[in-house]
């Protein structure tokens, strides 16, 4: 038979058990916090230092690897600078120019999208021209017939 004694060691432990609980719900929400607080700091990449148990440890930045092609908007530019006028200015022949040449890396596919990117901000800024279907190229001025030569 349960005795009123039980009860109320039964309630103690109940007890003991829920501020357990939640003592280890204070300390995880507390660890969130702080680990929270040191997040922009991270971010932004400088280095900080992160406190544990066994005292301070130096948290190392993220080392990427060294910059290829830092000058590459450079290389196209002077490859467009010495392109003859009205002549088709194609992606394809430029790659394999600079690759070979000047000494760019990195996979065609994506040397393909940044030079596209280049040429249509030179085209807005008004060094180069744009035909449908012919291509991008440079010409002498408005006021002289332009033969274009179709790149495809």
């Given at each position: ?18 501020k ?5 719900a ?5 660890d ?9 700091r ?21 080392k990427?690897?060294?910059?290829v ?35 760019v ?18 085209l ?29």
């Amino acid at each position: 038979m349960v005795t009123e004694k039980d009860h109320v060691e039964n309630m103690r432990a109940r007890l003991a058990r829920k501020k357990t609980e939640l003592e280890t719900a204070a300390r995880e929400i507390q660890d969130m916090i702080d680990a929270l607080s040191k997040v922009p700091r991270i971010l932004a990449g400088s280095a900080s230092v992160v406190r544990s148990p066994s005292g301070p440890v130096e948290v190392e930045r993220v080392k990427t690897g060294a910059p290829v092609n830092k000058d590459l908007s450079k290389k196209v530019d002077d490859y467009i600078a010495e392109f003859a006028y009205d002549q088709g200015i194609s992606i394809g022949d430029m790659i394999k120019t600079l690759k070979a040449d000047h000494g760019v890396v990195g996979k065609d596919k994506s040397l393909y999208a940044y030079i596209a990117s280049l040429l249509k901000k030179r085209l807005v800024e008004g060094k180069l021209k744009h035909t449908p279907g012919v291509g991008y190229y440079k010409t002498r001025g408005e006021d002289k017939d332009s033969v274009l030569v179709h790149t495809a």
